[in-house]
């Protein structure tokens, strides 16, 4: 693996741990692709630090049972913001 992969795979870890943070979130502030979070994350932090990858994966399983949640908020603002426009 290469040093800057390794390097994005673990800031991108402490980064998720920090803040438990969505594969989204990460993306945004690290400047990559979605698939790119997921796979630093689910694979190649296996091969790195398995103990810090099932931390991770239990944040990821708390944020996947949340996004509906975070779907209909999200639909709930922006039909709010047409209605105040108005």
């Known amino acids: ?9 673990m800031e991108v870890s402490e980064y998720i ?6 594969v989204r979130q990460a993306a945004k502030v690290f400047g990559v692709s979605k698939s790119t979070i997921h796979k630093d994350i689910t694979e190649r932090l296996d091969k790195i630090n398995p103990q810090l990858a099932d931390e991770i994966k239990d944040i990821l399983e ?3 049972s949340e996004r509906h949640f975070r779907g209909g908020e999200a ?3 922006k039909y709010l913001k047409k209605k105040i426009s108005k």
């Open 17 to 22: 741990i920090e803040t438990k943070a969505t």
């Open 1 to 9: 693996m290469k040093d800057y992969i390794h390097r994005r795979v």
């Open 75 to 77: 639909t709930r603002k």
């Open 62 to 64: 708390y944020n996947k």
